[in-house]
T-cell receptor
Framework: GDSVTQMEGPVTLSEEAFLTINCTYT??????LFWYVQYPGEGLQLLLK?????DKGSNKGFEATYRKETTSFHLEKGSVQVSDSAVYFC???????????FGSGTKLNVKP | NAGVTQTPKFQVLKTGQSMTLQCAQD?????MSWYRQDPGMGLRLIHY???????DQGEVPNGYNVSRSTTEDFPLRLLSAAPSQTSVYFC????????????FGPGTRLTVL
């Protein structure tokens, strides 16, 4: 079945460090892929998305490329800030299907 | 647009009490869903709806009822609360066609004593 696997956290980095959070997926159809961010005490917000292979989603300095050959959608940021501390969720939605699949979430802690 | 709204923000119940978590959206989305979020377990789908009058079970439906009488509203009912239902509950919505993102409400933090 369809599923998303992302690296376990927590991930602890110093400010200005490079960030990678790995996400891989399995899907039977043509998925769109998403990264959501959840700040403490808040709901999930869409961070970026990609709807087809080789698309790159980007927002607020974060990037992720839809790699069909490796079934991956890794999240990257060149220089993290303390304000990036949050939980990040990888997710997929298969075209015209009624289910939305989330990874288990990766907590990022950025130290000053 | 207010997006997805949820009430209440916090709630404390005693075991056996009933309550309804409210969810509304003003984006005319056909698809609405309820998730619970527990520490270390990510988001788990409780129930979802693809339109008024149509609901279906998700991954963890036991102990919860839903109905969808209008496009805008999708309430979640706990008929007899149990401590295992202590969690943070999120409502979400999206358009039905395609593979678009979901929009989430701010959540309801529920504690069952």
């Amino acid at each position: 079945g369809d599923s998303v696997t992302q690296m376990e956290g927590p991930v602890t980095l110093s400010e200005e460090a490079f960030l990678t959070i790995n996400c891989t997926y399995t899907a039977t159809g043509y998925p769109s892929l998403f990264w959501y961010v959840q700040y403490p005490g808040e709901g999930l917000q869409l961070l970026l998305k990609a709807t087809k292979a080789d698309d790159k989603g980007s927002n607020k300095g974060f990037e992720a490329t839809y790699r069909k050959e490796t079934t991956s959608f890794h999240l990257e940021k060149g220089s993290v800030q303390v304000s990036d501390s949050a939980v990040y969720f990888c997710a997929l939605s298969v075209y015209n299907f009624n289910k939305f699949y989330f990874g288990s979430g990766t907590k990022l802690n950025v130290k000053p | 647009n207010a997006g997805v709204t949820q009430t209440p923000k916090f709630q404390v119940l005693k075991t056996g009490q009933s309550m309804t978590l409210q969810c509304a959206q003003d984006m005319n989305h056909e698809y609405m869903s309820w998730y619970r979020q527990d520490p270390g377990m990510g988001l788990r789908l409780i129930h979802y709806s693809v339109g008024a009058g149509i609901t279906d079970q998700g991954e963890v439906p036991n102990g919860y009822n839903v109905s969808r009488s209008t496009t805008e509203d999708f309430p979640l009912r706990l008929l007899s609360a149990a401590p295992s239902q202590t969690s943070v509950y999120f409502c979400a919505s999206r358009i039905l066609q395609g593979a678009e993102e979901q929009f989430f409400g701010p959540g309801t933090r529920l504690t069952v004593l």
